[in-house]
């Protein structure tokens, strides 16, 4: 095996305490960073993403080959100079005024970054104006608005209204997410995307870098990724 | 038309699937709607026993003194961070208890960790007098929440747990084994204090699927869940578990350890159609739609939303007529009284209804 397929089995995997050595391998080995990373982790996390879509794995293998990679990353990144496609895009995330759950919010985080974003982690319960403040960043292409409750949807709704009215608005997307959030409920606010599931949102953030324009996604209005099927036995 | 029988004969038949003069329904609310209600029916801000004279419940829960409790109770510190017995905090300022304080973030502390005492002194006042009271003529249950994995979540934080748990680490089934231990002493504890019938909770689910694979849910959680269990059927009492989201791959094994009656049942996670196979094996705690229908729908939504969930799980089958989640703050007064004068039409229920 190879010491970038050896690195991919590892993020794969999840093996955190072996993706450091695996990494410095294939820097000593004179892989180029940029192959180290998108071959090595970005590919790997691909994987790992169909895999969770299949039902072959489950969140806590999904979490732990993103921590895998992430951890990896931290040992590439001086290696890999800022043209190189480290950032794709930038994104920031945060959860809801009134809503404290922040697993979805980091899974989220952690499937977008796998796919080369930078993304800034707002924390939960985030006031309205910290996300508008947040998107006036130049660079920031999306913006993801995640709540878990019912009760917490007008805090969404008010969140993408502010968003909406942002000077900034044509310059990037709004995605919305959540257990009770529904694709209706995302039409209905104005957000831009709907994803089901963090794999979903890390697919649909890839799609969105790779179509510079979005001109698909704006005449879609709302994309819908369906997510994991559901499974019986 | 007189009912034929007291409401704790009626649901201990639900849970057991034998004949019943109506099907049972029971309303909980979350600990916010809980003033909402309490202030709409002009009674004082102490929680769902002060509904009881209005509410046709038959389920009355026996809370432990710790930080669930006391909310359940609305007895506020004025703090937002409110600890248990096990060194955990919860923010207490939703609409339920989020666990934000996890003692064993750190994992170097387990090994030193001082397990909490399920006999402690004054752990279940607060239970024993609710058996007192209501013991006759409501079914009384155990409040075993955070009952293993939430525990070590609660414990460890989410993140680590997930970890943990992806890696079957050696300290977290050293901790579910001690908890599992616990777990059982509380339910020897509330037994002995004489309640009618266990309900313990973990949300194994989440909206699109499994927390965890199924096959690490038997291998971790179902062995462990098995022995809490059997020290109540040992004794002859039925036991609900409550979980949230989408847990049907588990549920034959949920009746194969000898689960009763299956909470909440919230049918965006796990549809009518495909639950109705489990009918007269298991005893449905739920059902109806509150992050759709409860919340936004209008009167004649939220009545045929409980006819399709009666007319699908009930009569006869088992059926604890309720609601998806409970009853949160989003829901207006009005649709809560639609789903009252729904219930009442249909299942024959006497909620009071003041307009």
């Not at chain 1, 100079?81 to 930038?90: M, N, P």
Request: glycine share 8%.
């Amino acid at each position: 095996m190879s010491k970038i397929n050896f690195l991919q089995k590892i993020v794969e995997n999840g093996e955190m305490d072996q993706v450091v050595a695996a990494v410095q391998v294939c820097l000593t080995e004179k892989i180029p960073p940029i192959d180290i990373l998108n071959i090595g982790m970005i590919e790997a996390m691909t994987l790992v993403g169909q895999k969770f879509q299949h039902n072959e794995i489950f969140v806590p293998e999904m979490l732990l080959a993103a921590k895998t990679m992430k951890k990896g990353v931290e040992i590439l990144k001086p290696y890999l100079c800022s043209k190189s496609g480290l950032t794709t895009g930038k994104m920031v995330m945060g959860t809801v005024h009134g809503d404290l759950h922040d697993i979805g919010k980091n899974l989220v985080i952690m499937m977008v970054e796998a796919t080369g974003y930078e993304v800034i982690d707002l924390g939960i319960d985030v006031p309205v104006q910290r996300f508008v403040d947040a998107a006036s960043d130049p660079a920031v292409t999306l913006v993801g608005v995640s709540a878990l409750l019912t009760t917490t949807l007008p805090a969404m709704q008010e969140t993408v209204a502010a968003l909406n009215a942002s000077p900034r608005r044509e310059a990037f997307k709004i995605m919305v997410g959540g257990a009770s959030v529904t694709r209706e409920f995302a039409r209905e606010i104005g957000a831009d995307i709907y994803t089901t599931d963090a794999v979903s949102a890390g697919l649909v953030a890839k799609e969105l870098e790779a179509d510079g324009d979005f001109d698909s996604f704006q005449n879609n209005n709302v994309i819908i990724k369906t997510g994991k099927e559901r499974i019986l036995k | 038309m007189k009912d034929e029988m007291t409401r704790k004969e009626r649901l201990l038949a639900a849970m057991r699937r034998q004949p019943q003069d109506r099907v049972p329904t029971q309303l909980d609310f979350s600990p916010r709607m809980l003033d909402v209600v309490c202030r709409h029916y002009g009674a004082p801000l102490k929680g769902e026993e002060e509904l009881l004279p209005f509410m046709d419940n038959h389920l009355v829960y026996g809370f432990i003194n710790d930080a669930f409790g006391m909310q359940r109770k609305r007895m506020l510190s004025g703090n937002r961070v409110q600890y248990d017995n096990w060194g955990c905090g919860f923010d207490i300022t939703q609409e339920g208890t989020t666990p934000v304080v996890h003692p064993l973030e750190d994992e170097s502390k387990i090994s030193s960790y001082e397990f909490p005492d399920p006999n402690a002194p004054g752990l279940l006042d607060w239970a024993e007098a609710a058996i007192q009271k209501y013991k006759d003529d409501y079914v009384v249950a155990s409040y075993q929440v955070f009952c293993l994995i939430e525990r070590v979540s609660a414990l460890r934080g989410f993140e680590n747990f997930l970890c943990d748990l992806a890696l079957e680490e050696d300290y977290l089934i050293e901790l579910l084994d001690k908890i599992t231990d616990y777990q059982c002493g509380m339910a020897k504890r509330y037994m002995r204090a004489g309640v009618s019938c266990g309900r313990v909770g973990d949300d194994y689910g989440t909206q699109n699927g499994m927390l965890m694979h199924p096959n690490v849910w038997r291998k971790l959680i179902k062995p462990r869940l098995a022995k809490i269990v059997a020290t109540y059927k040992n004794e002859g009492l039925p036991v609900i578990l409550h979980s949230c989201g989408d847990i049907r791959p588990i549920i034959p094994d949920l009746i194969e350890i000898g689960i009763d009656v299956l909470n909440n049942v919230q049918p965006e996670a796990m549809p009518r159609e495909d639950l109705v196979q489990y009918r007269g094996k298991i005893t449905f705690y739920g059902g109806i739609s509150t992050q759709q229908v409860l919340p936004k729908g209008t009167e004649e939504d939220i009545y045929n939303e409980v006819k399709a969930c009666y007319d699908a799980y009930g009569p006869g089958n088992g059926l604890l007529l309720s609601t998806g989640i409970s009853v949160m703050s989003d829901v207006p007064l009005q649709n809560l009284n639609a789903l009252l004068r729904a219930f009442n039409e249909v299942a024959g229920a006497n909620y009071q209804i003041i307009e």
